[in-house]
């Protein structure tokens, strides 16, 4: 079985910067910006396990499955 | 219609709500008020209405609220310390424009006072209860016969307005069981809250030109916010100035608007009488008798009283007072619906306050000896 | 933000008021979540709630909904629900509007087991108003009215909420975010009153105030401190001692209130005046 990819997206305008999807993901798929915002440094290590959707207070985070042809 | 019926004035409110269409009761028993829920509990489920005892009077005042989001036409029906208790969510109907009608059964006070003793103590906390500018209607009738009617009428009104209606009676009155034949005139008409237009977008607070917004009820397909902080047409919280202004002068501007089909005074003797007395409820009953006794004695009284109190109608008692040699207000309180008369009258005739607050009835004795000095 | 969210949430009023790393949000996302699993049409849901940061999530999701006055949602949901029984109603409070000053229609509603659904923010402190302590907050911990620590012992909500009656008593975390869609859900589809209490972190009045300086030091203690009900039966009292329960914590099948009435309606419109 291959890994499934995941594209990551933070949306700047709706993060108010709490740190919660840096902290709570399992492989570090977050880092933060000079404004402490989120931004994502490693997608590549991403599992799918959507804990940074969930824990999102400002619905700012988004994974998408890639499904490659 | 013609049958004669013995009626208290607290079940004549009952049966005028029901005629009138209401199918929803909340409340909570005190005295002197608890009948009228007594009443309901009996009446409402044959209607296919519900009642409901809630578990204070705060919790009364929610759940008729509640029920008239959902579209039914809601009642409550309390006495002073309850009415204190409810003004806070009477706040937010008038804020919320949210149709509900209010019975007031008055008793002394202030506090627990004398529970099963008359008073007229609440006349100006029916339209000052809650804080802040609001609209609010306040009708007080005199007779078992009125309670019906009009509160009948308060039903319609607050339906028409979506504006909250006090129905204030007394512990006399309430309590007060008398031969009631109903006429033709007392048949109460059903009015509907106006709906929204369908295929049109909905705007829950629309500044229409007739100042009163079209009212979905939750579950019928409209899906918008009700909120008692202050909102713009689109139902939502707002803190621009200018919106705040004009929502809150349309929403306060309606009692002037539609203030001469809200207003309702009577006249007895008035156009050829020295002496004018301005009362209401119990009290008006004494006055009545006054005028009748005292004209058999050849003299000139008459009576302006009241129904709607609130808006208060000073026209109608500036114009009834214009000439004649003393205004009399006689009041089971200290003396509040004389400052509004006073306000009316504007310095133009002598007002003569008479205040009982002893817990007994004004008797028609103590106004007739007041004319008499005055004459 | 994905598809969800634009279907359930009134998107032009975003972002929310609720502070950086607030819970409200997270427990928001589980609701939607939960609405969208229980497949409701959202003309067919009410929600309705109190005063308080709580109390703003009505004017962000779109349904039908209605933001009472301070403590008294359940009384003006228990009117909306007596007069359209087909509402889904969900009721948002805060542990101060719940158990505060509305804690007299939170037992009341318990004990009348009207078929609703109260979601209780549960985040030990009046975050609105400045961070005074409410009857949730631990005692000993800091407040702006408890500037030495409170003193008040506190309550415990879903287990009141047992004592008074509710037909369904749940707890989750904003931490266990799917836990919570799961247990919403339960509730949801309990025939009866439901409650949902949420231990949920208050970042900027609470935590900040008791040495749980940011949002994810407060959502590692909920991580730390819940414990699923199978696990904690199994522990004793002292290894329970400021530790709580998460999950399922009480269902009963009782009358469901709004059900007895319409029987009522049924009986008197045919004559008969004796419900025994």
New interface residues.
């Given amino acids: 079985m291959t890994k499934k990819n995941f594209e990551i997206t933070v949306?700047r305008?709706?993060c108010?910067?709490?740190?919660?999807c840096v902290?709570?993901c399992p492989v570090s798929v977050f880092s933060r910006d000079h404004d402490d915002k989120a931004v994502v440094t490693c997608p590549a290590k991403c599992t799918g396990c959507r804990q940074c959707?969930?824990?999102?207070?400002?619905?700012?985070v988004?994974v998408e499955e890639i499904v490659h042809e | 219609m013609n049958d004669a019926k013995l009626l208290a004035g607290s079940d004549a409110c009952v049966f005028g709500a029901l005629a009138a269409g209401v199918r929803f009761f909340a409340g909570y028993p005190i005295t002197p008020s608890s009948e009228i829920a007594n009443l309901f509990a009996r009446e409402l489920p044959k209607l296919g209405g519900k009642f409901m005892q809630m578990e204070d009077e705060i919790a009364s005042m929610g759940a008729v609220i509640g029920a008239s989001c959902a579209g039914l036409k809601a009642i409550t029906a309390t006495s002073g310390p309850g009415f204190s208790l409810k003004q806070e969510n009477i706040g937010f109907a008038a804020e919320a424009e949210i149709p509900c009608v209010i019975i007031n059964v008055m008793r002394y006070g202030p506090s627990t006072g004398l529970p099963t003793t008359s008073s007229q103590g609440d006349f100006m906390q029916t339209r000052w209860g809650t804080h802040g500018d609001h609209a609010i209607i306040v009708i007080a009738p005199y007779t078992a016969r009125e309670a019906y009617r009009e509160t009948g009428r308060a039903v319609n009104l607050s339906e028409r307005y979506r504006i909250p209606v006090i129905i204030l009676l007394d512990e006399i009155l309430s309590h007060l069981r008398e031969r009631v034949e109903f006429k033709e005139e007392d048949i109460v008409t059903v009015i509907d809250r106006k709906g929204p237009v369908p295929g049109t977008p909905y705007l829950p607070y629309e500044d229409t030109d007739d100042m009163i917004p079209p009212f979905a009820g939750f579950g019928d397909g409209y899906r918008y916010h009700i909120t008692g902080l202050i909102h713009d047409k689109t139902g939502f919280p707002t803190s621009d100035p200018g919106t705040i202004d004009r929502v809150m002068r349309r929403m306060n501007g309606k009692l002037d608007y539609y203030r001469d089909k809200i207003v309702r005074v009577k006249y007895v003797d008035v156009d050829n009488a020295d002496v004018l007395i301005v009362a209401f409820g119990s009290v008006a009953r004494s006055a009545e008798e006054v005028v009748r006794s005292m004209k058999k004695a050849g003299k000139r009284v008459g009576l302006l009283r009241p129904v709607t109190l609130w808006p208060f109608p000073d026209r109608e008692i500036r114009e009834a007072a214009a000439g004649k040699r003393a205004v009399i207000v006689p009041e089971m309180n200290l003396g509040q619906m004389v400052r509004e008369v006073e306000r009316a009258v504007a310095g133009t005739v002598p007002i003569h306050p008479l205040n009982r607050i002893d817990g007994g009835l004004i008797t028609p004795h103590e106004i007739s000896d007041l004319i008499e000095e005055l004459l | 933000m994905d598809a969800i969210h634009r279907k359930y949430l009134r998107m032009d009023k975003l972002p929310h008021i609720w502070c950086p790393g607030c819970g409200n949000g997270i427990i928001m996302g589980s609701f939607i979540r939960a609405i969208d699993r229980l497949g409701y049409d959202q003309d067919s849901v009410a929600a309705v709630s109190g005063i308080g940061c709580s109390g703003r999530i009505t004017g962000y999701m779109d349904f039908n909904t209605l933001h009472t006055t301070h403590g008294r949602a359940l009384a003006f949901a228990t009117g909306l629900k007596m007069a359209k029984p087909g509402l889904k109603v969900f009721v948002f409070m805060g542990d101060g509007d719940a158990t505060a000053i509305g804690g007299n229609h939170l037992i009341h509603a318990c004990r009348r087991n009207i078929d609703m659904t109260a979601i209780i923010f549960n985040n030990h402190i009046y975050g609105m108003t400045g961070g005074q302590y409410s009857p949730t907050t631990p005692r000993d911990a800091y407040a702006t009215t408890a500037p030495y620590g409170t003193m008040d012992p506190h309550f415990d909500i879903a287990k009141l909420c047992v004592g008074a009656g509710a037909s369904y008593v749940a707890r989750g975390t904003s931490y266990h975010a799917k836990m919570l869609t799961d247990l919403i859900v339960e509730g949801a589809e309990h025939k009866g009153f439901s409650v949902i209490e949420i231990i949920t972190h208050c970042p900027v009045n609470f935590g900040r105030r008791n040495e749980l300086e940011t949002p994810v030091d407060m959502l590692l203690w909920q991580k730390d401190h819940a414990l699923r009900m199978a696990k904690a039966a199994k522990m004793t009292d002292d290894e329970l001692k400021d530790r709580f329960v998460i999950g399922r914590i009480h269902r009963a099948d009782i009358p469901e209130y709004v059900e007895e009435y319409d029987r009522l309606i049924e009986m008197v419109r045919k004559g008969d005046t004796d419900r025994g």
């Fill in positions: 949306d305008k709706l108010k910067a709490c740190g919660i902290a709570f959707e969930l824990l999102c207070p400002d619905y700012c988004r």
